[in-house]
């Protein structure tokens, strides 16, 4: 016998019992559809933390035929003790019938001992119709809630509630599409009540659910100032057949080094994804916006960076890649008669006028050939870009509902560091940025002391 709930979610067709059951279930590869009659089988979708099943919901197909059943369960006349027989009568009779192959489907769980969760759209008038399925859910004896999800923008809650209430021990109004940690944190305390049996073990489970929310958030904090550290200490060395070095092939290779920053940010995305467990994020259909925005545009630059007064509050500027110097070091006399050393400096500062972005060294010659090093980032305005970027969808993945199947929008805000830094933090956060990149710096210390200031900025997201 199972020690935790199971729960057929049920209802008239779209009226988000998929959605509930995906938000419930921390579950985005359900198959959530405007079109009616998308759920044909009653499918199983366990939450499941730290390896125990907190509870298992059941999605299910959407009544068609209430009235009709009903009117065959009224034709038994019984009384109450034997209605909940009557009903498995019902399905096991009609276990082959067509016609009504829904009822049977979301019925099925019910009658093996699944509790009942009600799904209506209190943005749609309560009408009569409903009671022949409440009351044919009634007939099963089984714990049951009934949730008022607004699908729409009207209001028609108080209607539903007074109905429900005559039908169902809780009544809850709860939205899908905005569900959060503390939304599902009710649901849990409101589950615990309809079965007594059921209240130690869900408290039990929710105690686990807030230990496996914290460490979600500590795993965030972890990946999110390992990436920063990734990013700013990144150096490559690339090789380069002219000599003198053309400003284009600098050019080229600074596009090679941008590729790897970009390919840092969509690993990040991936892991921030699996640890909020948002396994269809990428589907076809979807688009990011905050990839449309490329990370190393100007349009990123003014949603993400700092502004010109950030800069100068901070100190960021002198930590621009200008005047930070250009080291040649060769491996011998020969490299150095052999190249033409105004082409070298001129080519490398004309392309640093437009690769501001990384300290850019010249190391020496090889057979045919001479390597530069690229790295690490010297424009503090870009590491706050990326910090910017990198907590942004954290945020969003962190508090998305796993019901919604829609992108993820950019803030019409324009300068969105200023939305997760302050004066003091900005400052801190660059000093940090630049002890991170100092060699002979403790790095386990910086390391520690970046993650309490990640830390701070990530709770204030309230998630």
Not at 148 to 177: C, H, K, S, T
Not at 196 to 222: A, G, L, P, T, Y
Not at 340 to 352: E, P, R, W
Request: no cysteine; hydrophobic share 40%.
């Amino acid at each position: 016998m199972t020690s935790y709930p199971k729960f057929a979610v049920v209802g008239h067709p779209n009226k988000g019992k998929s959605s509930i059951v995906a938000s419930l279930s921390l579950d985005d590869t359900i198959q959530i559809s405007d079109t009616s009659g998308t759920t044909k089988r009653s499918r199983s979708f366990p939450l499941i933390v730290d390896g125990k099943i907190i509870y298992e919901l059941y999605d299910t197909p959407g009544f068609q035929r209430a009235r009709k059943v009903l009117a065959w369960l009224k034709q038994k006349d019984v009384s109450a003790d034997k209605k909940a027989s009557v009903l498995r009568e019902f399905v096991y009779q009609h276990i082959d019938d067509e016609k009504y192959s829904d009822e049977i489907e979301l019925l099925k769980p019910i009658i093996e001992g699944a509790s009942i969760i009600y799904v209506v759209d209190g943005s749609k008038p309560y009408s009569p119709e409903y009671e022949a399925q409440m009351e044919i859910l009634r007939w099963s004896s089984q714990p049951s809630m009934a949730l008022i999800n607004l699908i729409g923008d009207d209001d028609y809650i108080e209607q539903w509630r007074l109905a429900l209430g005559q039908y169902f021990r809780l009544v809850r109004v709860y939205n899908p599409m905005k569900a959060n940690y503390k939304t599902h944190i009710a649901i849990l305390k409101s589950i615990s009540q309809l079965k007594e049996e059921w209240v130690e073990s869900m408290e039990s489970s929710i105690e686990i659910f807030k230990q496996f929310h914290k460490q979600k958030i500590d795993n965030s904090v972890e990946l999110i100032s390992d990436t920063l550290i990734k990013i700013i200490t990144y150096i490559n060395e690339y090789q380069v057949s002219s000599s003198p070095i053309l400003e284009i092939e600098i050019d080229e290779i600074s596009k090679e080094y941008k590729a790897d920053i970009i390919k840092f940010e969509l690993e990040f995305q991936d892991s921030i994804n699996k640890i909020w467990n948002h396994k269809n994020i990428f589907k076809d259909n979807i688009n990011l916006n905050i990839n449309e925005v490329k990370l190393f545009s100007k349009e990123s630059k003014s949603i993400f960076g700092l502004n010109k007064k950030d800069l100068i509050s901070t100190g960021a500027m002198s930590g621009a890649i200008v005047g930070s110097g250009i080291d040649i070091l060769s491996g011998g006399a020969t490299m150095l008669l052999g190249l033409a050393m105004g082409g070298v400096i001129g080519g490398v500062s004309t392309a640093l006028g437009m690769n501001k972005l990384m300290d850019i060294k010249i190391l020496g010659k090889s057979i045919g050939s001479n390597r530069v090093k690229l790295g690490p980032i010297k424009d503090m305005n870009f590491i706050f870009i990326v910090l910017s970027r990198v907590i942004y969808y954290t945020e969003h993945i962190a508090t998305r509902s796993h019901a919604l199947q829609n992108g993820i929008e950019l803030s019409k805000q324009s300068n969105l560091s200023q939305k997760y830094f302050n004066r003091n933090s900005k400052k801190e956060l660059n000093h940090l940025h630049k002890k991170i990149q100092d060699s002979y710096i403790k790095k386990d210390k910086i390391r520690d002391e970046y993650k309490k200031r990640i830390r701070d900025i990530v709770l204030e997201f309230k998630i």
